[in-house]
């Protein structure tokens, strides 16, 4: 590990956002494969959209249009 990602993580435990070096691995860990899971949901979607006959996408844009209006707001980081 190099010295700046020990300083990195040792600050987090004298923060107090973990309690010691090994959660903070985990915390950070756990954030890296959060954004990596979002990274792959964009992909698949683009994906989705991109095969879609014109039909069927004019139905999908109005079903987010509604979905997004009711979801407007929830803050998902915190709901999961």
């Known amino acids: ?44 979607t683009a994906r989705y959209f991109e095969q879609l006959d014109p039909k069927a996408a004019t139905a999908e844009r109005a079903l987010a249009e509604d979905l997004s209006t009711m979801a407007g707001t929830i803050d998902f980081d915190c709901e999961i």
């Open 1 to 44: 590990m190099s010295a700046e990602t020990y300083q990195f993580l040792q600050q987090m435990v004298n923060q107090g956002g973990a309690a010691d070096l090994a959660e903070a691995v985990d915390i950070v860990v756990g954030r890296l494969r959060c954004l990596e899971n979002r990274r792959h949901l964009a992909d698949a």
